[in-house]
């Protein structure tokens, strides 16, 4: 099965994949701006999430994979490839094992090692969500704010939601597949993958997720690394500074 997307504009291909209970559309603003930028950008759904299919398999080696079947779909070749967080992962991934593929790598906000389970108490906050008594975004989000106390990552999650039926609200989640499969987020780049291409990390400087020590396994992985780090910004570095990541990345690949 193939993905799916939003393609924005015309030009070279530049294939943007989101992060662990996002989509695609979370980069439409960003999207656009590349597209202006005279890029034919791709705003990709991973399995499992938006508007994609649903499956029981769930691993960084099929996310890969299923890029590989929609880039061939689609008749793309040398794409500049991003990736935030976990669709930082499937891009590492993807790159190292078709690098002919890649004309240029971006990760956002992520490294190649092992990271332990950290989305508890959000995927907790999302199965108390009864789709059988909500009845509006409103009480939706008042669910979730007894999990989740920052307003902005409800507001991410809260995206997620959709009308199924006149009256009925669903989740574009396959969240049974996530919450069982939610230690794969977390796995690393296996120890000989690399890719020897333009590759560039860049790191919210309030996150954690790319630290000091981080820079060693990157450039094992990734000898061409640039590291750039996006000032004001977290984990969400694109949606909390977009001006400056907007920025580091046109610079990077044009």
């Not at 030009?11 to 034919?40: A, C, E, Y």
């Not at 991934?93 to 950290?118: C, E, G, N, W």
């Not at 820079?215 to 909390?240: C, D, M, S, Y």
Request: net charge negative.
């Amino acid at each position: 099965m193939l993905l799916y997307s939003n393609i924005i504009g015309e030009g070279k291909p530049f294939v943007i994949l989101h992060g662990f209970l996002g989509m695609g559309d979370n980069w439409k603003t960003l999207g656009r701006q590349f597209s202006d930028s005279g890029f034919q950008v791709h705003l990709v759904d991973q399995r499992n999430h938006g508007k994609s299919f649903w499956s029981r398999e769930f691993n960084y080696e099929v996310l890969a994979d299923d890029v590989k079947h929609y880039c061939d779909a689609h008749h793309l070749q040398d794409i500049i490839l991003l990736g935030h967080s976990m669709g930082g992962k499937t891009a590492m991934l993807f790159a190292t094992r078709y690098p002919q593929m890649v004309s240029k790598l971006l990760v956002a906000d992520i490294s190649p090692r092992f990271y332990p389970v950290h989305h508890d108490v959000i995927l907790e906050g999302l199965s108390a969500l009864d789709f059988d008594d909500l009845k509006s975004r409103g009480e939706a989000e008042q669910v979730l704010g007894n999990y989740i106390s920052d307003w902005g990552i409800r507001q991410f999650l809260l995206k997620n939601l959709y009308w199924k039926d006149k009256g009925r609200l669903a989740l574009r989640l396959n969240l049974d597949v996530l919450k069982e499969e939610v230690g794969e987020i977390g796995e690393p780049l296996p120890s000989y993958a690399s890719f020897e291409g333009d590759t560039l990390f860049l790191r919210g400087d309030r996150s954690e997720y790319i630290g000091v020590n981080d820079q060693t396994i990157i450039r094992r992985h990734f000898p061409k690394a640039e590291i750039v780090t996006i000032a004001n910004a977290g984990h969400w570095l694109h949606a909390e500074n977009p001006e400056d990541f907007f920025e580091a990345v046109i610079r990077f690949v044009g």
